[in-house]
């Protein structure tokens, strides 16, 4: 069915494709000459007033105020840029669609008609987040995401695609939301409550440490963060196992940093720059978010997450600089630096997975340095890998799933300013901030290939663009669920 047929929506959208080379008039899709026939508007002459090119995302808006002869409802047609049509262009129309349709009740579309299976999941996906809103107001949100979207012209046979599309969108959708939540509610046993509630609904085996039960299990750099806040650490694990796994199906661990609030601790930070924090666990964010949409995806492998929680206050039981703080199976660090706190917690967990969940690949993901952020500016993460095959398939599942990531040296050659003179490393030396972080984790993986996932320079989004909203970006879930939901997601890692 054709979007002008279906009944009920008040806003219809079809497809632009931009001229060709020889620089020939923009076409119409699926769709278009049946509404314009409808509706008795030259649509083609509408772009052409509008100088419309067909660019990825452009929108030109036409007011139907009467409705159709055969949809009293409509109130608004949209005619929506594709570009070349590949997945980030028809993501791109997708968030720009939302948008454009915001407090509207339902829309029809033959956008996604156009495209292949990976642009259909490309289109929604950038539908659901480029219509995420948060607010905790008394009054309604100034923006309503469109309460329906009806994709015209497909076969029904794409069901598993969309569901699949959905879960991913809903990935992004939720890890943005989790690190949206205000820090006066968000704290370590906020976040592992969340865990427990995705752990059931998504059938997943959820185990949390409280701060006894990490006091007795050596946690120690767990503790050392936490311990001047009135919320306590946690520790969070989910269990994935997929439905046909057997005792050689490998296993992935996934390692968040989850800092529900970072003051820098004693190494306080200036004010401005703690405004963002309570978004500083986004890792752990992606981490849960990933978890929840594993079986959606039809992840083939056994994953484990981890959540390092803990909220990096003042006070008088603060870690001190100077302090000497021992991590899960006995390696030390001197602490130079309250505020490289994030790779004390994640060295706990990273330690711990490979002593007791002993996987075959581990990834973390953590808003780790703001060097990142020098380096990369705010459209593209960075990440170090140990494995040239983890390296590759991760650069490109990001690229895929729109969420780039570019991969840094983990060089040896930083590895002298680690030294401290009276434990196993200094968690804050001096030198290039990302890459001296990555040596210092590097230590509590020990020879099990391994990424590390530095988002500091993506954790905000300081605008409003394309499927990005203004804000916590949960920036991650979408590029660890395009590789663990591929077919094969551990081929040649660890050869």
């Known amino acids: 069915m054709l979007p002008h047929a279906v009944v009920g929506v008040d806003v219809v959208a079809v497809p632009v494709l931009p001229a060709d080379d020889e620089g020939g008039p923009v076409v119409l899709g699926p769709g278009a000459e049946q509404l314009a026939d409808q509706l008795g508007v030259d649509l083609l002459g509408v772009l052409e007033l509008s100088s419309a090119t067909g660019a990825a995302g452009e929108v030109t808006t036409i007011p139907v105020p009467l409705g159709s002869p055969e949809n009293a409802a409509l109130r608004l047609v949209l005619l929506v840029g594709v570009g070349a049509q590949c997945s980030q262009d028809l993501r791109r129309a997708g968030a720009a669609v939302a948008r454009a349709c915001r407090g509207r009740d339902a829309i029809a579309t033959s956008v996604a008609a156009i495209a292949e299976e990976d642009g259909i999941e490309a289109f929604v996906v950038g539908a659901m987040l480029g219509s995420f809103v948060f607010t905790w107001r008394s009054g309604p949100p100034e923006h309503r995401p469109v309460a329906r979207v009806v994709l015209a012209d497909l076969p029904g046979a794409l069901a598993p695609l969309l569901t699949r599309a959905v879960a991913i969108g809903g990935a992004g959708w939720r890890s943005r939301m989790l690190c949206t939540v205000p820090s006066n509610l968000k704290n370590p046993p906020w976040l592992a409550e969340q865990a427990v509630e995705i752990g059931a609904e998504a059938g997943l085996e959820v185990t949390v440490w409280d701060e006894k039960r990490l006091t007795a299990d050596g946690f120690g750099g767990l503790l050392a963060v936490g311990r001047a806040s009135e919320s306590p650490p946690r520790l969070i694990r989910i269990d994935y196992t997929p439905r ?180 196993d490393s200094d968690n804050a030396p001096n030198g290039p901030g990302a890459i001296t972080a990555a040596l210092f984790l590097q230590h509590f993986v020990g020879d099990v290939p391994w990424a590390h996932l530095d988002i500091a320079s ?19 879930a979408r590029a660890l669920l395009q590789w663990l939901g591929s077919e094969r997601p551990m081929e040649g890692i660890g050869r």
């Open 458 to 476: 993506v954790g905000d989004a300081p605008e409003d663009s394309f499927e990005w909203t203004t804000g916590p970006t949960g920036f991650g």
């Open 244 to 423: 046909k796994a057997g005792r050689r199906t490998p296993t992935v661990a996934l390692v968040g940093k989850g800092i529900t609030f970072d003051t820098g601790g004693l190494s306080i930070k200036p004010g401005e720059a703690m405004a963002n924090m309570k978004r500083d666990m986004t890792g752990g964010a992606v981490v849960m978010a990933t978890m929840a949409a594993l079986a959606a995806v039809g992840c083939p492998v056994r994953v484990v997450g981890l959540v390092a929680a803990a909220e990096n206050s003042v006070g008088g039981d603060a870690m001190r600089p100077g302090d000497v703080i021992s991590h899960y199976g006995g390696r030390t660090s001197e602490v130079t630096n309250t505020d490289a706190e994030g790779r004390l917690v994640l060295a706990d967990a990273l330690a711990y997975a490979v002593e007791v969940v002993r996987p075959d690949v581990i990834v973390d993901v953590a808003t780790l340095t703001g060097a990142m952020k020098v380096a990369l500016g705010q459209q593209v993460g960075g990440f170090f890998s140990t494995d040239e095959s983890l390296a590759a398939t991760l650069r490109a599942a990001s690229v895929a799933a729109g969420e780039p990531l570019w991969r840094f040296p983990l060089t040896d050659a930083y590895e002298g300013k680690l030294v401290s003179t009276v434990a």
